[in-house]
C-alpha cells in the first residue's frame, strides 16, 4: 500500500510539473528584451565612444570625417543598429556617421551607414551601360517579396520604391549615386536610402545616406560634402582606373597593377593557370632531357639480306 501511495505522488507531480511547462509555454512573452527600460537607452548611448578625423576604409582608402559630423566605431554602430533602432546588419560593417547636432533616437535623425562589398571587379563599360530601368524594377520586385512575407496585401499593394533623382555614374569620381526612396504609401513622403558607391577592384566602399523623405534637400546639399571626404589610395588614383589596369582586373580581379608589390597576390588568384603553364613546362624540358643522348638510326636495309657468292 505503501509503494502504491508513493506511485500516485510521483505521477501526480509529474503530471502538475508538465502542465506547468505546457501553459507557461502557451503565455505570451513579456520579457525585458521586449521593452525598452527607463534609462536603458541612455546608458547605451553614454558608453558610444565618437571618432572624428581621419578613418582607415578598405583597400587603402581613407574617410576625412568632414567638420560637424562624428563617427561610431564598428562595434558601437553594431549596437546601435541592433539594440536601440533594431535593424538588419551588413556584414560588411564599418561604421555609423551622424551629425553632431543630431541624436540617434532624434526622431528627424539622419546619417550614413558606411560598409564594404567584396563584389569584385566592374569595369568602367559595365557602370556607364548601367539600366536603371531594369534595376528599378528588381529593387521593386524585390521588396514585394520581402513585405509579402510580413505585411497584408494592402500594405504591399501601396507601398513602392522610386529614385529620389537622377541615378548616374561619376567616371571622374568613379562614384554611383542612387537615391532610392521607399514609400508605404502614395501619400506618403516616404524614407530615403541614398546609396554612394564607390568603386575599387576588389568591390565597393558603400554609403548609405537615410533620412526622412522631408529631408531631401538638407541630405542632398551634404551629399558633395560625404563624397569629396574620401580618399581614394594614391597608387590606385593613378593607376587603377586607366585602360591597361582595367584590361589586367577583367581577368585577374584582385589585383589593381600588375607589379612586383602585387606579383604574389596576383599568383594567388591565377594559381590553376600556374600550375598548368609549370606542368607543359617541366614536360617540354623532360622531353628534351629524354632525348638528349638518343643518335640517329643508320640506315641498315643494305645490311639485311647477305649474298653467300660460293654457291655459284
Not at 128 to 140: A, M
Not at 155 to 184: C, I, M, T
Not at 188 to 215: A, P
Not at 276 to 290: A, E, K, N, S, T
Amino acid at each position: 500500500m505503501e509503494r502504491l501511495v508513493r506511485v500516485f505522488c510521483f505521477v501526480f507531480f509529474l503530471t502538475v510539473a508538465l502542465f506547468s511547462n505546457v501553459t507557461a509555454s502557451k503565455l505570451p512573452e513579456d520579457n525585458l528584451n521586449r521593452y525598452e527600460l527607463p534609462g536603458r537607452t541612455d546608458s547605451i548611448m553614454s558608453s558610444f565612444s565618437w571618432i572624428t578625423g581621419q578613418q582607415q576604409l578598405p583597400e587603402g582608402m581613407a574617410l576625412a570625417i568632414p567638420k560637424g559630423f562624428r563617427l561610431l566605431s564598428q562595434q558601437d554602430s553594431y549596437t546601435l543598429l541592433t539594440e536601440l533602432w533594431h535593424n538588419d546588419v551588413h556584414p560588411g560593417l564599418i561604421g555609423v556617421m551622424l551629425p553632431e547636432h543630431v541624436s540617434p533616437m532624434d526622431a528627424a535623425v539622419w546619417g550614413v551607414t558606411i560598409y564594404y562589398e567584396s563584389t569584385g571587379y566592374q569595369s568602367e563599360r559595365e557602370l556607364l551601360g548601367i539600366n536603371y530601368d531594369k534595376l528599378l524594377r528588381e529593387r521593386r520586385l524585390e521588396r514585394y517579396r520581402k513585405l509579402s512575407k510580413s505585411e497584408d496585401y494592402a500594405v504591399v499593394a501601396q507601398s513602392g520604391v522610386e529614385w529620389a533623382g537622377r541615378p548616374y555614374y561619376d567616371s571622374e569620381k568613379h562614384v554611383l549615386y542612387w537615391p532610392w526612396l521607399y514609400k508605404n504609401d502614395v501619400a506618403d513622403r516616404g524614407i530615403l536610402n541614398y546609396e554612394v558607391r564607390f568603386m575599387t577592384h576588389k568591390g565597393q566602399v558603400c554609403f548609405n545616406i537615410f533620412g526622412d523623405g522631408r529631408q531631401l534637400s538638407q541630405i542632398f546639399a551634404q551629399v558633395p560634402v560625404l563624397v569629396n571626404s574620401v580618399k581614394y589610395n594614391p597608387r590606385m588614383a593613378k593607376g587603377a582606373f586607366n585602360l591597361q589596369a582595367n584590361r589586367v582586373a577583367a581577368f585577374m580581379p584582385a589585383s589593381s597593377q600588375f607589379d612586383f608589390t602585387h606579383l604574389i597576390e596576383v599568383l594567388m588568384n591565377c594559381w590553376l593557370f600556374v600550375v598548368v603553364f609549370g606542368m607543359l613546362v617541366l614536360f617540354v624540358y623532360g622531353m628534351q632531357y629524354l632525348h638528349r643522348d638518343r643518335k640517329p638510326v643508320k640506315h641498315l636495309s643494305r645490311h639485311l639480306i647477305r649474298i653467300d657468292e660460293s654457291l655459284n
